[in-house]
Structure formats: C-alpha cells, structure tokens
T-cell receptor, first 114, second 112 residues
Framework: KAGVTQTPRYLIKTRGQQVTLSCSPI?????VSWYQQTPGQGLQFLFE???????NKGNFPGRFSGRQFSNSRSEMNVSTLELGDSALYLC?????????????FGPGTRLTVL | QQQVKQSPQSLIVQKGGIPIINCAYE??????FPWYQQFPGKGPALLIA?????SEKKEGRFTISFNKSAKQFSLHIMDSQPGDSATYFC???????????FGSGTKLNVKP
C-alpha cells in the first residue's frame, strides 16, 4: 500500500496570507489527524477528521481549519498567517476506531511564514 | 496540562549500549501507548506499541516496559546502532477516541 502523502512538501508565505495543505491517507483509512510540529512545542494535535466529520479538536485558534472529503483525503487551511505558524505540519492516517495499529504519518509540509 | 511527560530530552550512548527513554501519563483512561521514531526531514514512524494488559513487549531490538500502577512506560533499545540516532516520541491515546497525546521527544545520538 502507498503511504500517507502530503502536498506541497515546502511552502513559503508572508504574514497575513492564507495557505491550504493537502493530505492523502493510506487506502482504507478513514481517519486523518493533523499535527503541528515545532522545536519548542513538539507535536501538537490540531484536529482529526473521520468520515468527513471533525471528531476531535486541539487547542488552536479558529484560523486553523480543515475538512475531509468523501475519499478520505483531507485539507488543512490556515488563514491570516502569523510568524509563529512556521512549522512542520504533519498529517497521520489510521483506521479510525478500535484501532490497534496506530497512526501512520506523512512526510509533512514545511511551512515558513516571512 | 501536559498529558504525557517524556524524559530525557536528549541522550548520548555508545554503540552497543542500551538507551532507555521514559514516559509518564496522568489519564488512567489511556489504553494504547505507541512509540514513534523520527529522522530529520521525515514524519514520525510507528516503532512499537503496547496495550495496558501486558507489562512488556519486544519487537526486534526494541522493548516497551509498562507499569500500569505507576502510570509509566519506557522504551529500551538493545544493542543500539548509529542508525538508531533519531528523535523518539512516546504517545498515549484512548483507542475509541483516536486522539493522541505526544511526549516532547528524546533526541538519541548513538556514537560509533
């Protein structure tokens, strides 16, 4: 099976702009979770989507949003970018319930906000 | 409140040594504890995981020890190799809720 893919891999934006990141999960996986990884804060959970519905949410401002499509692909959007949004954004897919196999991560999208 | 606390932050061992990374959690509802390995420029990769009904699990050179009463679990890497040099993350979740809490990570350096 192909792994989790994320596009784009690298992105440079300026403050105030918005950005959309994309994640394609492993075939058959219905859950997609998004994480922000920074050197200072580590891996922080953004939100999880399961069957097109947001099921879990972390403690991020409303500028961070996401959605999931019927084919389980997911997008994450960040509006009004701030310098502090510079990070590696990771998505992870899993079966979504009674899941003892864990989450499988993509390579991430490195976002730099200037 | 940090749900999962991980230590040490960094670790240096000689080749063949046995690095040990420790994690502690608060929520007794957690029932799934995976470990992830991350190399620079890559996403974390699932290494090994344990459920609270067992006290130890081995997969190759990687062993998880689990102490339910102390709410602690640890990763041991037997016969460590330079190729094991990476950042390791512990995590905890409630399986049916599929929400994972990660430790802060341990950067391991295995010297030749």
């Amino acid at each position: 099976k192909a792994g989790v893919t994320q596009t784009p891999r690298y992105l440079i934006k300026t403050r105030g702009q918005q950005v959309t990141l994309s994640c394609s999960p492993i075939s058959g996986h219905r859950s997609v979770s998004w994480y922000q990884q920074t050197p200072g804060q580590g891996l922080q959970f953004l939100f999880e989507y399961f069957s097109e519905t947001q099921r879990n949410k972390g403690n991020f401002p409303g500028r961070f949003s996401g959605r999931q499509f019927s084919n389980s692909r997911s997008e994450m959007n960040v509006s009004t970018l701030e310098l502090g949004d510079s990070a590696l954004y990771l998505c992870a897919s899993s079966l979504g319930y009674l899941d003892t196999l864990g989450q499988f991560f993509g390579p991430g999208t490195r976002l730099t906000v200037l | 409140q940090q749900q999962v606390k991980q230590s040490p932050q960094s670790l240096i061992v000689q080749k063949g040594g046995i690095p040990i990374i420790n994690c502690a959690y608060e929520n007794t509802a957690f029932d799934y504890f995976p470990w992830y390995q991350q190399f620079p420029g890559k996403g974390p990769a699932l290494l090994i995981a344990i459920r609270p009904d067992v006290s130890e699990k081995k997969e190759g050179r990687f062993t998880i020890s689990f102490n339910k009463s102390a709410k602690q679990f640890s990763l041991h890497i037997m016969d460590s190799q330079p190729g094991d040099s990476a950042t390791y993350f512990c995590a905890a979740s409630i399986i049916n809720f599929n929400k994972f809490y990660f430790g802060s990570g341990t950067k391991l350096n295995v010297k030749p």
